[in-house]
């Protein structure tokens, strides 16, 4: 996920970035690309060995940069981490998502390929989950907002944790859903895991529960069923603000409610 359009500070509600533990700043280091996969016509996964690897919480970021013509120095992006950080940390997974007009991630997304070398620094954020914070959990993304619930899903698998996840997806068609075959399987393998989809451009596809974008009434049926606890949010502001003020109305302690922004 990238943030092509806005600052890479983290919005949550639940959570600063102070009550991370203190750890001394990362460095730029220079990883090598191990494997390209192709997910959907606008979203490639990159999988980086780091060199001097840092252990990361699920849902955290690393900042990559690129040199670009006509700019004097290279140009950065925060991408949000997919791989699990258990039980091994250094080779880390992004999903990058092609903006139109973007300066990054259509150079990362098109144009890179294994042996590539990429500038990286991290890892950041405060957008995180681990066993400790319990759940269940309501995990609400539209688009590439599902790459850090990826993290979180993949590292209560590798754990052999039990705690319920409900994933609510919002993607334009049933093309576009990142991770499709991977979300199909882990909910067919996991009993705590849940994937409801819904299409936005797609009125009749049966994969979808919804097709629709997430409104009010989407979100109030799914924290009923999922008798969630915890919420984490990820995607365009309007939708996670929507979200947000929903959760809480719906009777969920603000404090509960994490959430990250992206345009």
């Known amino acids: 996920m990238e943030t092509e359009a806005r600052n890479q500070s983290r919005g949550v509600v639940g959570e600063s970035e102070g009550s991370l533990r203190k750890v001394p700043p990362p460095k730029w280091q220079v990883a090598d690309v191990i494997d ?25 970021y690393y900042n990559i940069r690129i040199p670009v013509d006509g700019r004097p120095r290279p140009i950065q ?11 091994k940390f250094d080779v880390v997974e992004f999903g990058i998502k ?40 309501l995990l609400i993304s539209a688009g590439s907002g599902v790459v850090p619930f990826m993290s979180m899903i993949r590292y209560a698998r590798a754990k052999n944790l039990s705690v319920p996840m409900h994933l609510l997806f919002s993607s334009k068609s049933s093309e576009y859903v990142i991770y499709s075959k991977e979300l199909d399987e882990l909910q067919s393998e ?3 895991l849940t994937v409801t989809h819904t299409f936005t451009r ?9 097709h629709r974008r997430i409104d009010r009434e989407m979100v109030a049926e799914l924290l009923k069923e999922s008798s969630a606890e915890l919420a984490y949010i ?20 603000p404090e509960n409610v ?6």
Request: proline share 10%.
């Open 36 to 60: 390209v996969i192709s997910e959907t016509p606008e979203t490639t996964t990159l999988r980086l060995a780091i060199p001097e690897p840092s252990e990361f919480t699920s849902g955290q």
């Open 77 to 87: 992006r925060a991408y949000s981490i997919a791989s699990s950080p258990f039980p």
């Open 98 to 137: 092609e903006m139109e007009g973007g300066l990054v991630s259509p150079v990362l997304a098109k144009g890179t390929k294994v042996g590539d070398k990429l500038e990286v620094r991290g890892p950041y954020g405060a957008f995180t989950w681990t066993e400790e914070k319990g759940g269940p959990l």
């Open 190 to 192: 996991l009993e705590w």
């Open 202 to 210: 797609e009125p009749d596809h049966a994969a979808a529960r919804y």
């Open 234 to 253: 990820c995607g365009p502001p309007e939708m996670v603000e929507l979200c947000e003020v929903e959760l809480v109305n719906l009777g969920m302690k």
């Open 258 to 263: 994490y959430s990250e922004k992206y345009d």
